[in-house]
């Protein structure tokens, strides 16, 4: 399969409301999505990027220069047997894993559609539904949360998380329990503690929580191995885990018993695919996190997310909970049973929808194989 031509945009989607965390607070998606043609066939990925370098280092302008002048210059023209093969192709490159994983997904895309099946499948998925629960953001209030968690789960999400910061935590999680009792609930810190704050994260043990993630420094695993020992609550790993070998030394270490796999922060799919492989082998469940991703980024998770070992629910919402309208066709749904269906067809098993992909492009760029 020879990679003929690339294409990289920067789109930016208004949300339906913000999306606040204990560091950021985000109204619009801006992403780059990567399409790529080889051998007649169009394939398409997401690099869930953002303007700001709140989560990762990486935002859509320092994305961009990495992709136009390094990675697709190490990629276009070449011929591809197998989509493994990029992450050799690329591997001089530092770090960078969000713009990598793009161009990854969208050769994923085109090989699944070579083999005339769905992503899902071309990577070993098994499941034909998937568990998935909601993301609910820091509010102004606490009254606030409670409203969006009585939506969702009038909808049917299987589980629930909250975004916590030091002050809004304790008393967010009691009024949750007081307010709908035993749901599924899980916290996610996104790195506002120290080991400073221990005796009050040792609180949060009397409220039976799925999870605690992230709670301190986005690389550290020393400190969480520390925390984990002092408390019954299991820690989930997000920002720490960069890579499978990062997940496999924290799971040594002992600094987590939950890992939350999201494919494009490890660079792409084939390295999800590994870190899964780790998880499984060591007994360790995972479960798909999001990076509140388009359409096209969604459909990529759904289909990792099929694999065995992910046990717990996705953050893999449906569609409208996003955006006014979504780049794909038919448009991600939540099952009255709270789960989301696997789709079958070739590739992501979604249409790209590309009238809205040009309505909400700010620029583009196109690469020719010579």
């Known amino acids: 399969m020879r990679i003929e031509r690339i294409e990289l945009r920067h789109v930016r989607i208004p949300y339906i409301f913000p999306f606040e965390t204990s560091v950021d607070r985000d109204e619009a998606k801006d992403c780059l999505i990567v399409r790529a043609w080889v051998d007649g066939l169009e394939g398409w990925g997401e690099s869930p990027v953002t303007m700001k370098p709140y989560y990762k280092e990486e935002?859509?302008?320092?994305?961009?220069?990495?992709?136009?002048?390094?990675?697709?210059?190490?990629?276009?023209?070449?011929?591809?047997?197998?989509?493994?093969?990029?992450?050799?192709?690329?591997?001089?490159?530092?770090?960078?894993?969000?713009?990598?994983?793009?161009?990854?997904?969208?050769?994923w895309d085109v090989y699944a559609q070579r083999q005339g099946i769905s992503l899902a499948a071309a990577l070993g998925g098994t499941r034909t539904k998937i568990d998935v629960g909601m993301s609910v953001g820091i509010e102004p209030t606490i009254d606030a949360v409670l409203s969006r968690i009585d939506t969702w789960l009038g909808q049917g999400y299987q589980r629930i998380k909250v975004k916590i910061k030091p002050g809004f935590d304790l008393a967010l999680v009691r009024a949750i329990r007081d307010r709908f009792g035993g749901i599924r609930l899980q916290v996610d810190a996104n790195t506002a503690y120290s080991l400073r704050d221990l005796s009050r994260l040792r609180e949060l043990d009397d409220y039976d929580l799925l999870m605690i993630e992230?709670?301190?420094?986005?690389?550290?695993?020393?400190?969480?191995?520390?925390?984990?020992?002092?408390?019954?609550?299991?820690?989930?790993?997000?920002?720490?885990?960069?890579?499978?070998?990062?997940?496999?030394?924290?799971?040594?270490?002992?600094?987590?018993?939950?890992?939350?796999?999201?494919?494009?922060?490890?660079?792409?799919?084939?390295?999800?695919?590994?870190?899964?492989?780790?998880?499984?082998?060591?007994?360790?469940?995972?479960?798909?996190?999001?990076?509140?991703?388009?359409?096209?980024g969604?459909?990529?998770?759904?289909?990792?997310?099929?694999?065995?070992?992910?046990?717990?629910?996705?953050?893999?919402?449906?569609?409208?909970?996003?955006?006014?309208?979504?780049?794909?066709?038919?448009?991600?749904?939540?099952?009255?049973?709270?789960?989301?269906?696997?789709?079958?067809?070739?590739?992501?098993?979604?249409?790209?929808?590309?009238?809205?992909?040009?309505k909400y492009t700010v620029r583009k760029e196109t690469f020719r194989a010579s």
């Open 59 to 107: 935002t859509v302008e320092t994305a961009w220069p990495i992709l136009t002048g390094f990675v697709i210059p190490r990629v276009i023209g070449r011929t591809l047997d197998r989509p493994q093969e990029v992450v050799e192709w690329v591997a001089p490159i530092r770090r960078h894993y969000l713009a990598k994983a793009g161009l990854e997904a969208a050769l």
């Open 214 to 296: 992230q709670p301190l420094d986005h690389d550290d695993i020393i400190d969480h191995a520390t925390l984990q020992r002092a408390l019954r609550t299991p820690i989930c790993l997000d920002e720490s885990i960069d890579s499978s070998e990062d997940a496999r030394k924290a799971i040594d270490l002992g600094a987590c018993t939950i890992i939350n796999i999201k494919t494009a922060r490890m660079g792409g799919l084939s390295e999800g695919l590994r870190c899964h492989a780790i998880c499984q082998d060591r007994g360790i469940p995972v479960w798909c996190g999001g990076f509140l991703e388009t359409g096209i």
């Open 298 to 358: 969604r459909a990529a998770n759904i289909a990792i997310a099929s694999l065995p070992n992910f046990t717990l629910p996705a953050d893999l919402g449906a569609s409208r909970r996003y955006f006014h309208e979504d780049i794909i066709e038919p448009w991600v749904e939540v099952n009255r049973d709270g789960t989301v269906d696997v789709p079958t067809g070739p590739g992501l098993g979604f249409a790209v929808v590309e009238r809205l992909v040009d």
